[in-house]
């Protein structure tokens, strides 16, 4: 996937979750945060960062905040990304088979997954959760505890009871790491829901991502430590 209009700035104070105060072309601005996480490690004081200009009148900030360099790492930041490059990966390399169907935001149960994909071989439901923590080339997800998280892994395992394949991808928003495993520090019911959820037969997949200012690709896997 690709940004337009991306332009270099500073990250300067972050008042709530969905804005920021930068330091762009000398001056400073709101910026949207494409990102409710909290992403303290990221959006540290004076860190360069990457946003999008938008030229719409009608939008109550001009910038929103797509990457954040953290020493050598570029990491995206926008949390939409992760769905909008796992559809075009899926279209383009086929991973699972021979795509015959593609949905997005599909219901199954009480929860809505980010695809359902259909194959000639296979009918797979697929969620996707977009990582941004890295510690010591290590990828860890989540960087808060969530319960919807929880829930999602629970309807997967409830998918392949029903006899559709489940999946569940980690979009690691930056290259080079070594491995990714659950954030046990942070929320230990995560990761043993993620565990429970392979046992059950719910596929577990972490993808690497080619980073730049303005585009985000998938690349290849990396290893899954749980």
């Given amino acids: 996937m690709h940004y337009s209009n991306i332009q270099r700035a500073t990250f300067l104070r972050r008042p709530n979750r969905f804005i920021a105060y930068i330091e762009v072309d000398d001056r400073e601005e709101v910026c949207h945060v494409k990102n409710t996480g909290r992403c303290r490690e990221l959006l540290t004081d004076r860190a360069t960062i990457y946003v999008e200009h938008h030229d719409n009148p009608k939008r109550k900030t001009k910038y929103s905040l797509i990457a954040v360099e953290k020493g050598d790492l570029l990491i995206n930041m926008d949390s939409q990304a992760p769905n909008k490059v796992v559809g075009e990966w899926i279209l383009e390399k086929e991973p699972f088979g021979k795509v015959k169907l593609l949905k997005p935001e599909c219901t199954y149960g009480s929860s809505r997954f980010d695809f359902y994909l259909e194959t000639e071989a296979e009918k797979i439901f697929i969620e996707v959760k977009g990582v941004t923590l890295e510690e010591g080339g290590i990828v860890r997800f ?36 070594q491995h990714f495993e659950p954030n046990d520090r942070t929320h230990p019911q995560f990761g043993e829901a993620l565990r429970q959820a392979r046992k059950a037969g719910v596929q577990v997949l972490a993808y690497e991502c080619k980073v730049t200012p303005s585009s985000l690709k998938i690349t290849k896997s990396i290893p899954v430590m749980l």
């Fill in 142 to 177: 989540p960087d808060a505890p969530t319960e919807r998280g929880i829930k999602h892994l629970e309807e997967l395992c409830a998918c392949v009871k029903a006899g559709y394949k489940a999946v569940v991808i980690f979009v690691v928003q930056m290259e080079g790491m």
